[in-house]
């Protein structure tokens, strides 16, 4: 096994032509191709008949975020169209409250066509009020942005949803369309803060969910909003010197004790999902050197998994986590993460995964190798050469770990 200093990017590139990237979903979600590797073998199904590959009381784990219409495109005077797209709160900092506030707020935000916009305040009519944006500070490819706005009566979430457009992802190589308003959420989705979907997700319908719970699986929810540095591709040739987005997590304190009662069983619905879990093992391995920390200071760093301090139980973990949520009358607990799953890593809280095709030379690619080995090469050979669509809006897998 290499060392992470080791790992070349270059290691997990393959041929991906663009015919084989689906640019648009099946009209019904749930009649996806599905491969399954069940830790040594390869073989097919519809996604339909997910529950007959899945064991009953295991517990499937689902991120329930919602993507929102994060892209705004104001016009100057001159001709030139800017492009605002909304990343993260900024004040207040907060998801829920941003989305409820009222006649101003701020965000992180990237902006495109950056170079025309050296000063000013951008405008844009909404009808029965003005929005204006004002750039206050430029950090690296990112700009704090300042909306506000004077009707009282429309929260930001308002705006975004009567003037924001929906960011799909930028390798469909199109404008967003009416549908993907609908086949870019998945049909659980409820709590809005992501800039691009959980796309494994998009296969769920209710028919599946249903067939799922008939068959004695447990279904529960976290929260992770996704970032745009999902679609960043690794540019350093070695992982190493890759810098991983932060990204919000939040769990329910019931969920933490589902999980605690299910390890050995859990099933993470996308990558996105991977991670929260992944980081909350993390989370409760800080608290445990340290029960005083105050929620601001909990943050899993890029490289934590791979320090040299010993590792505590998952069981160990997630009580840790539970008894300090207990002593602080906390019934959830949200921090960032940045955490890094790549060949090498040791799995603590998940045994398997749904996840679609992922991009070549991709950090998710890296995650996928990290739970099969070097069988993601078989994998992808197989998807490749059985008809499997790519991407978000592609296929999906059932991946369990090597054996």
């Keep these: 096994m290499k060392t992470i200093q080791e790992i070349k990017i270059q290691d997990y590139n393959y041929n991906l032509p663009d015919e084989r990237i689906a640019k648009f979903p099946l009209e019904q979600r749930d009649s996806s191709k599905l491969l399954i590797y069940n830790g040594k073998t390869i073989s ?40 605002i797209f909304c990343l993260e709160p900024h ?67 308002d705006i975004l949803d009567e003037v924001g457009i929906l960011p799909i992802p930028p390798y469909l190589n199109r404008e967003t369309e009416e549908s993907d308003l609908t086949t870019y959420q998945t049909v659980y989705s409820k709590i809005k803060g992501s800039v691009a979907a959980p796309t494994a997700g998009l296969h769920f319908t209710e028919r599946v969910l249903n067939s799922l719970k008939d068959k004695g699986v447990n279904l529960a ?12 591709p690794v540019k350093t040739e070695f992982v190493s010197e890759h810098e991983m987005h932060a990204e919000l997590i939040t769990v329910n304190r019931s969920t933490i004790e589902t999980l605690l009662s299910k390890l050995g069983k859990i099933i993470a619905v996308g990558t996105t999902t991977v991670r929260t879990l992944e980081s909350l093992y993390y989370i409760g391995k800080i608290l445990h050197k340290n029960a005083q920390l105050t929620v601001e200071d909990l943050r899993v760093t890029q490289w934590m998994p791979y320090d040299e301090d010993p590792d505590i139980s998952s069981v160990e973990s997630l009580k840790t986590i539970l008894e300090y949520m207990q002593q602080n009358g906390m019934e959830k607990i949200s921090f960032w993460t940045q955490i890094i799953i790549v060949p090498g890593y040791k799995f603590h809280i ?24 070097e069988d993601w090469k078989k994998i992808y050979d197989y998807a490749m050469t059985h008809d499997f669509r790519f991407l978000s809006y592609g296929d999906s897998s059932f991946l369990k770990k090597k054996l």
């Design 44 to 83: 097919e199904t519809v996604f339909y008949n997910l529950s007959d590959c899945v064991d009953s009381d295991s517990l499937m784990v689902f991120n329930n975020t919602k993507v929102i219409q994060a892209r705004l495109l104001f016009h100057k005077s001159t001709g030139a169209t800017i492009e």
């Design 91 to 157: 004040n207040p900092v907060d998801y829920a409250l941003a989305f409820q506030a009222k006649k101003s707020c701020e965000w992180i935000c990237l902006v495109g066509n950056l170079r025309r916009w050296k000063s000013g305040v951008l405008q844009m009519s909404l009808g029965s009020t003005t929005l204006c944006a004002e750039r206050l500070q430029t950090h690296g490819e990112s700009s704090l942005i300042r909306f506000t706005w004077e009707d009282e009566s429309k929260t930001f979430a």
């Design 221 to 232: 929810e976290v929260t992770l909003h996704v970032g745009a540095g999902t679609f960043r």
């Design 350 to 373: 998940i045994e398997s995964i749904i996840t679609n095709f992922h991009q070549p030379q991709s950090t998710l690619l890296l995650l996928i190798s990290a739970l099969v080995g």
